[in-house]
Nanobody, 128 residues
């Protein structure tokens, strides 16, 4: 059984920064495509960023490009999301997701349906 546990959320003022972490237990972390998604109240869950198993492939949503940075430490079974220049519209519950069917040469999955395993989420609130 794969378990994902997010941490690092909180309340921050606009322009501030937060670093989210997602610790993964279970099967071989280094084989997983890892993604971050978010869901604001009344809205659908949306893609934020994802990183390939080896870390060489990365994708960002246009709304966070240049402000957020995804990274992973395969020795620690952890993926990170560094969020800078936060805006009130970044307020949401942020979810970590994992997918073990990804293979080299594939396009990074950016849809909710592309991921098999999910964490419980961590709240990020950005005040204006």
């Amino acid at each position: 059984q794969v378990q994902l546990v997010e941490s690092g959320g909180g309340l921050v003022q606009a322009g501030g920064s937060l670093r989210l972490s997602c610790a993964v237990s279970g099967r071989t972390f280094s084989n997983y495509l890892m993604g971050w998604f978010r869901q604001a109240p009344g809205k659908e869950r949306e893609f934020v960023s994802a990183i390939s198993p080896g870390g060489s492939g990365i994708s960002y949503a246009d709304s966070v490009q240049g402000r957020f940075t995804i990274s992973r430490d395969n020795a620690k079974n952890t993926v990170y999301l560094q969020m800078n220049s936060l805006k009130p519209e970044d307020t949401a519950v942020y979810y970590c997701a994992a997918e073990h069917h990804f293979r080299a040469g594939m396009r990074i999955f950016t849809t909710v349906s592309g991921y098999d395993y999910w964490g419980q989420g961590t709240q990020v609130t950005v005040s204006s």
